[in-house]
């Protein structure tokens, strides 16, 4: 799960402040110093550490104490507050020009997921109703060209290409002028990389950048690489000149230290995050949800936001209308899980909830295309009575049902915990659903 080491170490070290009615300065700098060395494991840069805690520190012996809140949880507001300005504040989004098309080019070292991206980019930006060309200006690496003609097929948006033989400035120009002509109001390019930075790869950016004048140039980089990304990020910057970064494979990253200093290291935001292989797996990166990710309060607008988007508005308003009167049962059950798996990776999802980022036992909730099956298979065996009241099912019930669906005894425990586990979800998040609109000011 992504800041995985750095939620759960944090997350203790505010537990200890929570309970406390009184801080004094010892606790605050006991507190820090866990901090510090929390924020210097997860990989983020040494002086954006020693800058973060002083800061909080500052704020936190010199803050008034606010009635609503007791001291500790005053501390954890001071580190959402400074951990949102670390990552930027407040969302940035890409420029978009009023004399279309706007030029994106996204750049980096090779392996970063740039190719991807600009496909994942070319999808979001489809989705928002506008008309993306992408374009293959990597001419250097031998499959990138056919890669983003496949991605360009899936997809079912156009890929403007002129081999490997052309110049890249040239193929860029060109690309611009298509679009102009069929009408693509986004001009995605994805530029070569190499293993390192080097002045010949430099040289052609710029030459791009001073041919086709991009609105925007992104910064395609791997969170996985950490320190060394950010430190390649900044060389950019101060070569090519960058508008913004996008961090990709967040999702392998347990640590976060490149999400967490880029910003602070190069002056430049975090615009979207990769989030999976999967061409829809790329995010608008909001600080304020991402900091409150990592404090293990949870992201439920980006949960509700992600559900909105995906699934199924009749099927969902249907499942809580269900849950509301207590007639939820299996066969919604087996709906719900169908729906939700459109959602992505269930770890991913439930990080999202407030106090569940690290919990572990629900990681046995986690199903694959093969426990799927399974599910179908075990709830189709049981009686309707059964589907409708799973409490009635004891053992004669559940080995009769292992029998029939072909699985074992504790393939139905299994599943009627996960069923229980699901149940109390839904009802947490129903409740903050409600939470949140009584917060609007809605109904
Ligand atoms: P390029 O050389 O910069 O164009 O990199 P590619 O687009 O070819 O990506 C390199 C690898 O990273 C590919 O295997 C991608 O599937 C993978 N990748 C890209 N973005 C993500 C992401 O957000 N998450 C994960 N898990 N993998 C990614």
Redesign the pocket.
């Given at each position: 799960m992504i800041f995985e080491s750095l939620a759960e170490r944090l997350q203790n070290t505010f537990k200890k402040l929570k309970g406390k009615g009184k801080l004094d300065e010892k606790d605050v700098d006991e507190a820090m110093r866990e901090v510090r060395v929390a924020l210097l494991e997860a990989d983020v840069n040494y002086k954006v550490v020693k800058d973060f805690v002083k800061k909080v520190k500052e704020r936190a012996i010199g803050a008034e104490v606010l009635g609503s809140l007791t001291p500790g949880q005053q501390v954890i507001k001071i580190v959402n507050d400074e951990l949102t300005e670390l990552m930027g504040g407040t969302q940035s989004k890409i420029t978009i020009s009023s004399k279309p098309p706007t030029v994106v080019m996204l750049v980096?070292l090779?392996?970063?997921?740039?190719?991807?991206?600009v496909g994942k980019l070319g999808n979001q930006l489809r989705k928002q109703g506008r008309r993306p060309l992408l374009v293959a200006a990597?001419v250097y690496?031998p499959a990138?060209i056919k890669?983003l003609k496949v991605l360009g097929e899936q997809l079912n948006i156009p890929v403007f290409s002129l081999g490997d033989k052309t110049n890249p400035v040239d193929i860029a120009k060109a690309a611009v002028e298509h679009a102009k002509s069929y009408g693509n109001d986004m001009v995605l390019i994805?530029t070569a990389?190499r293993l390192h930075i080097n002045e010949e790869l430099m040289e052609e950016l710029k030459n791009i950048k001073e041919s086709v004048k991009p609105h925007e140039i992104l910064f395609?980089m791997d969170a996985t690489t950490g320190q060394d990304a950010v430190n390649v990020a900044k060389t950019f910057d101060e070569q090519l000149g960058i508008d913004g970064v996008i961090i990709?494979?967040?999702?392998?990253d347990t640590r976060g230290g490149a999400a967490l200093s880029v910003k602070a290291v190069t002056g430049k935001p975090i615009k979207f995050v990769?989030?999976?292989?999967k061409l829809d797996?790329l995010e608008p990166f909001f600080p304020d949800r991402m900091a409150s990710r990592i404090l293990g309060m949870g992201d439920v607008l980006s949960l509700i936001e992600k559900a909105q988007s995906t699934l199924d508005a009749n099927k969902a308003r249907e499942l809580q209308q269900k849950i509301k009167s207590q007639d939820y049962n299996l066969e919604d059950f087996l709906e719900q899980m169908r729906q939700v798996r459109k959602m992505g990776p269930l770890d991913q999802i439930l990080g999202m909830l407030p106090g569940m980022g690290n919990l572990k036992q629900l990681k046995d909730v986690q199903v694959d295309e093969k426990e799927m099956l399974h599910i179908e298979a075990i709830i189709q065996s049981m009686t309707p009575e059964e589907r409708r009241n799973p409490s009635i099912i004891k053992d004669s019930r559940k080995k009769r049902i292992a029998k029939g669906s072909g699985t074992k005894v504790s393939d139905v425990n299994k599943l009627l915990k996960q069923f229980d586990q699901t149940k109390k979800m839904m009802k947490q998040m129903m409740g903050m659903e409600k939470m949140l609109k009584k917060r609007k000011g809605g109904g």
């Open positions: 980096g090779q392996g970063a997921g740039k190719t991807t991206t990597d690496r990138a890669q994805d990389g395609v990709t494979k967040l999702d392998g990769g989030m999976g292989e797996a």
